[in-house]
């Protein structure tokens, strides 16, 4: 399913923008050793700036309001409300069976599987869409778990073969404040846990 795969534009991509830096910051020293009366400074001043706006882009998105990391994981669940994922698929018209998945990637994310059952009487799931791995470029449908104080802590990503699926069901909420909850269950009482969920 090759064609369904989703990837971050190269303006939002981290490993991009970082090269970017250094390229820009590189080639002002460059310049700054020519010869050239007029254009040496003109040159220096306009590379140093696209440096500095190459870096404010990698800086900005963990600034802004929606509270959001470079992974697209949320911090907290804010007043966004959780609908089950079966009332989304019921109201989109999809009937594809649901069936338990393990998540893909769950054995990177052991401390905060770890910091989620801390903080939870019951464990929760939310899907969030156009998350990425830490310098990823592909674009997946993460799975993160919710705190009692409602933090949010990701998990995981649902394995490629429902990934476009799922994506479709889930993307639309985030404009209209929703976020798609689903069933979720971990597996072992030590490390490393396996986390599934019902979709």
Do not use: C
Request: glycine residues 6%.
């Amino acid at each position: 399913m090759q064609e369904n795969r989703r990837f971050k534009p190269f303006w939002r991509w981290e490993v991009f923008l970082f090269a970017m830096v250094l390229v820009s910051a590189m080639a002002a020293n460059v310049v700054t050793r020519a010869d050239w009366p007029v254009l040496t400074p003109v040159l220096t001043v306009l590379l140093l700036a696209l440096a500095v706006a190459f870096a404010a882009a990698l800086v900005v998105p963990l600034l802004r309001g929606s509270g959001r990391d470079s992974e697209n994981t949320l911090r907290t669940l804010g007043s966004l409300e959780p609908v089950p994922l079966s009332e989304i698929a019921a109201a989109a018209g999809d009937d594809t069976p649901v069936h338990r998945m393990e998540l893909e990637g769950s054995e990177r994310r052991q401390t905060s599987i770890d910091a989620a059952q801390a903080t939870s009487r019951t464990l929760r799931a939310v899907l969030t869409p156009d998350a990425s791995r830490w310098l990823g470029r592909e674009l997946r449908v993460a799975v993160d778990l919710v705190g009692d104080d409602g933090r949010v802590y990701r998990a995981g990503f649902v394995p490629r073969h429902v990934d476009a699926r799922l994506n479709r069901l889930v993307h639309p909420l985030a404009a209209e404040g929703r976020v798609a909850e689903v069933p979720v269950r971990l597996i072992g009482t030590a490390r490393p846990f396996t986390v599934e969920i019902t979709a």
